[in-house]
C-alpha cells in the first residue's frame, strides 16, 4: 500500500537523519527568542545610533527620527560625560578583578571540615543570594554621612551631642562627616566596594565546587615531595581550579560590564555624572525622564557593544581552544 | 415584579452597551495623579461635569505620576484618550511638534479664557496656538520657621541685603539659615531659577530656556555671583547631596535649619515632619535687583486633547468646563493648590492665601527650570547646579559646558 510506503520510507528518513535532525529541533525555540530578543535588537539599534529620535511617532504612526549619519558619534567623542563613564567602566572593571582573589582565599579558608561549616558558607553566599538592589540600599545607608555606620562611627569620633536654639537635640562637629557617595572623588570606589561583596561571594562559591574536585592523591604525593603552604597553592592546586578560575573571570568581566542597578540605586549616576557609567549614561539619555534621545543613547549602546564584543569573542575562542585540546 | 423586570431589562441593555463597546458619546479621561487628595478632587469635578452632560458617558483612566510619563509616549500615537493630562512649557513641545497634540484656541476663545487666564498663556502657547488648559499651579517662595524668627527677632526680608543680615543673625545663634536635598537635582533648579529671575528677570529666564541667551553670558554669571554670595553668608545644610527634598526637611523639623526654597506641596511634608501651621510661615523670595517686575515660578497642570482622540467635540466641552471659573474654585479647594482661573476664589489656607497674592500680581510667571528648557539640557544644567553647589570654584568650567550642550540641544 502506497500510505505506509511512504510512512515507512519517511520513518527510515527520520531514523537516518536523527542526529543532524533532532539537535536542530531542540534549538530552533531558543534560537527564536535568541534572534527576536537579541541578534535584532542589537542590529536595530545599531541602526539607530544613525539618527536622531525622541521616541515618539506621529499622529499616523509614522517615527519622527532624522538621519544625521555620524553626528552622534561625533558627539560621544566631545561628551566629557561620556568619557567619565568610560573611565568609570574602566575602573569598575579592573578594581572588579578583586572579586577573583578574595573569592579564592575565601574558598581557601572555607574548605575545611569543621562542625557546622555549611551555616558559615551559607552565610558567605547569602550577599550572592539577595538582589542587586538591596545590596545598594544598604550600603546607601551604610555610607550615609548622617545616619548611616559610617556617620554613626564619625559622630562618636569628631562631633559632639549639643541643643540648638530651640532646644532639640543636635550634633556640633569639629570636621564634617565624609559623604563618599556624594563626593565625585569617592563615589564610585563606594559603589564599586559595594558591588564587589555579592561578586566575591559568587566567585567563592565557583570555586568550592571546584576544591571539591581537586585530586586528593596528587595533593598527597605533592606533600610527600615537602610541597606546603603558597607552592602547594601555585603548583598543585591553582592548575587544578583553571577552569574554575576561568569561569570566575568570565563572570566577573561581565558583571563589571553590565553594572548598572547598584548605580541606579545608589548614586543614579551622580553626584553631576561622576558615576556614570555607560550602560548608565545609555539608560539616562535615551529612557530616562530628561532623557528622549534615543540615536544618541543608542550610539552609546553601540560602543559599550563593541567592547563586550571584544572579550566576549575572547572568551568564546578560548573555550573553543580549551574544547579542541581536549578532544 | 414590573419594577425588577425594568432593573433587568435595564441591565441587559446596560451589558448590551458595553458589548458594543465605545459609543460617540464616550469621553475618555487619563489622568496622572493617584494621591488621594488630587484623585479624589478629580473624581468629583467628573461628577460635576456628568451632572451638566448627561449624554456624555465619561471613561476615566488614573495613573501614577511616574508611570503616566511613560505611558503617555505609547497612547498618545497607539490608543490615545480624548483628555490627558500632561505639563505646559517645554513639556510639551515634543508632543507639539509631532503633531499629537490639538490646538484649542477655540476653546479659549469662546469659553473667555483669553482674559481670564490671561497670565499663563503665554506658557500654553507654542507656534503660536494654544495647546490645552491649565486646572492648578502652587506658588514657590521661601518657607521658613516662624518659631526660630521670632526668636532671633527677624522679620521677613523683602530686600537681598536684608536676607543677607538674617542669614547673620541666624549663622551667629547656631543655626543653618537654609536647607535643600540636591540629590534629585530639581531643587537646585528652584535656587537657581529664583535667583535668576531677581537678578535678570522673566525674560532672560525665557531666553536662557529657550536657548537664545548663553550660559556664559555675564548676566548668568551675576546669577552665579549672588548665588555664591548665598552660599558664603547664608549657607546651605551640610551633606545636601545625599539627601531628597524629604531628607532635607529633617533639619528643618528639628531646628537645625530655618529656611526652606520650595514649592507649596513642602507644606504637607513639613506638617508630616510634625511641625503646625504656626510654627511655619512663608515668604516671597527677596528682590535683588531693585524695580525689576516680579516673576514668579508657578508650574501649573494642564489637560490636552490628542491629535488621535476619537470625540474631540465632547473633549473641547470638557476643556471649556474644566477653565470655568467655579470649577477650578472647588478642586483647587480640595487638592490644595491655586486655581489658574483669575476669576475662580481660593481657600482660606494661609500659605494658598499668600500664594494667591504672589503668584496673581506677578510680572510674568515660569513653569520651573526643568519645564521651560528641553528635556536634556534641563539634565544637564542641573547636574551643573549641584556641581556648582558643591564645588563653586569650578564655575567657569560648568558654564562652557553647558554652552556646549546648548548647542548640541537647541537647532
Known sequence: ?327 | MIHNTKTLLAGVAAAAFMVTGALADDLRINFDDLNPGPKKAFEDMVEMFKAENPEINVIVNINDREAHKTAIRNFLTADAPDITSWYPGNRMGPFVDAGLFEAVDDVWADAGFDEEMAAIKPTMTRDGKIWGVPYSYYQWGIYYRKDIFDLLKIAEPKTWAELMASCKVMNDNGVKPFTIGTKYLWTAAGVFDYINLRTNGYDVHNNLTAGKIKYTDDRIKQTFVNWKQMMDECGFVDNHASMSWQDALAPFANGDAAMYVMGNFAVGGMKDAGLTEEQIDYFQFPEITAGLPRAEEAPADAFFIPSNAKNKEDAKKFLAFVGRADVQTKMNAQIGQLPVNSKAEVSDNKFIQEGFATVSTAAGIAQFYDRDAPAAMAKAGMEGFQRFMLDPSSLDEILTELDRIQGEVYK
Do not use: H
Open chain 1, 1 to 327: 500500500m502506497p500510505a505506509t510506503e511512504f510512512q515507512a520510507s519517511q520513518i527510515s528518513w527520520m531514523s537516518r537523519n536523527k542526529l543532524v535532525v533532532m539537535p536542530w529541533a531542540f534549538l530552533i525555540p531558543a534560537l527564536i527568542f535568541f534572534a527576536i530578543y537579541v541578534v535584532i535588537p542589537i542590529f536595530q539599534s545599531i541602526t539607530l545610533s544613525f539618527y536622531e529620535w525622541n521616541g515618539l511617532y506621529d499622529g499616523d504612526g509614522n517615527s519622527t527620527a532624522i538621519w544625521v549619519g555620524f553626528e552622534n558619534y561625533k558627539r560621544l567623542w566631545s561628551d566629557p560625560k561620556f568619557w567619565v563613564s568610560l573611565k568609570n567602566n574602566v575602573l569598575w572593571l579592573s578594581l572588579f578583578m578583586l572579586a577573583v582573589p578574595l573569592g579564592l582565599f575565601i574558598a581557601l579558608f572555607l574548605n575545611q571540615t569543621v562542625p557546622g561549616m555549611r551555616f558559615y558558607k551559607s552565610m558567605f553566599f547569602f550577599p550572592f543570594v539577595i538582589s542587586q538592589v538591596v545590596v545598594g540600599l544598604t550600603f546607601g545607608w551604610f555610607y550615609n554621612p548622617d545616619f548611616g555606620v559610617v556617620g554613626g562611627l564619625w559622630k562618636l569620633a569628631f562631633c559632639e551631642e549639643t541643643v540648638n536654639i530651640l532646644g532639640n537635640v543636635t550634633f556640633k562637629c569639629s570636621r564634617t562627616p565624609p559623604d563618599i557617595l556624594s563626593s565625585s572623588q569617592y563615589a564610585t570606589y563606594g559603589i564599586i566596594a559595594a558591588g564587589l561583596w555579592p561578586q566575591v561571594a559568587y566567585c567563592m562559591i565557583l570555586y568550592l565546587t571546584g576544591l571539591n574536585n581537586v585530586a586528593v592523591e596528587q595533593i598527597e604525593a605533592g606533600r610527600l615531595d615537602g610541597a606546603k603552604g603558597w607552592k602547594m597553592l601555585w603548583y598543585l592546586v591553582l592548575p587544578q581550579l583553571r577552569p574554575a578560575t576561568f569561569i570566575a573571570l568570565v563572570v566577573t568581566v561581565i558583571g563589571a560590564l553590565r553594572s548598572f542597578d547598584m548605580i541606579a540605586v545608589m548614586t543614579q549616576g551622580g553626584p553631576y555624572g561622576s558615576t556614570n557609567v555607560l550602560s548608565y549614561y545609555m539608560f539616562e539619555t535615551a529612557i530616562s525622564e530628561y532623557g528622549e534621545r534615543y540615536g544618541y543613547g543608542s550610539s552609546i549602546a553601540t560602543v559599550l557593544f563593541i567592547i563586550m564584543l571584544f572579550f566576549i569573542s575572547y572568551f568564546l575562542w578560548r573555550m573553543y581552544k580549551d574544547e579542541k585540546s581536549v578532544s
